[in-house]
T-cell receptor, first 111, second 115 residues
């Protein structure tokens, strides 16, 4: 079975500084990986996906993630945080049509 | 293109009752998945339907069931409600066919409170 581990349950950054959200995955074969964001009282929005093409994946709202097979990692970054980035972020691995979610990382952005 | 819609958005039920939640996928999407989100357990997969057939089911008791109609709309039903069923129930749709992997698009969820 595939799984993901989000290494930080909470990340706090100042507006305008970089954001790093860490995710490690476990998979017996080449995985499909995703990052989703959930704002309070909202559904999940897809930020980006990795499906064995380029290892550096660009997503929406300035986010990007790098797939590193040797480290089994798929960390999410953004060069400059904005107040609207405050939300919960989920790293997700796909096992066919079943998604397995990490526990989530709550991002707080200080003005 | 309209997104995934879920009805109702909020629901309050009493223990022992049953509830039906509805999900309309994005036009053209034939796969619908359901997830339960709680503060303690996080996001957990309930089941997935494709072309009216349940292809996969998570580790939930038989009180949780679902179905999909020919127009890809889906419903999930929870019978004999328990307090622990209070959660946000999320529906997601995808183009997925066969075993290909496609990203899933989520609806806003139905907030179920059991008293």
């Amino acid at each position: 079975a595939q799984s993901v581990t989000q290494l930080d349950s909470h990340v706090s950054v100042s507006e305008g500084t970089p954001v790093l959200l860490r995710c490690n995955y476990s998979s017996s074969y080449s995985p499909s990986l995703f990052w989703y964001v959930q704002h309070p009282n909202k559904g999940l929005q897809l930020l980006l996906k990795y499906t064995s093409a380029a290892t550096l994946v660009k997503g929406i709202n300035g986010f990007e993630a790098e797939f590193k097979k040797s480290e089994t990692s798929f960390h999410l970054t953004k060069p400059s945080a904005h107040l609207r980035d405050a939300a919960e972020y989920f790293c997700v691995v796909s096992e066919g049509y079943k998604l397995s979610f990490g526990a989530g990382t709550t991002v707080t952005v200080r003005a | 293109k309209a997104g995934v819609t879920q009805t109702p958005r909020y629901l309050i039920k009493t223990r022992g009752q049953q509830v039906t939640l509805s999900c309309s996928p994005i036009s053209g999407h034939r796969s619908v998945s359901w997830y339960q989100q709680t503060p303690g357990q996080g996001l957990q997969f309930l089941f997935e339907y494709f072309s009216e057939t349940q292809r996969n089911k998570g580790n939930f008791p038989g009180r949780f069931s679902g179905r999909q109609f020919s127009n890809s709309r889906s419903e999930m039903n929870v019978s004999t409600l328990e307090l622990g069923d209070s959660a946000l129930y999320l529906c997601a749709s995808s183009l997925a066919s066969g075993t290909a992997t496609y990203e899933q698009y989520f609806g806003p969820g139905t907030r179920l409170t059991v008293t």
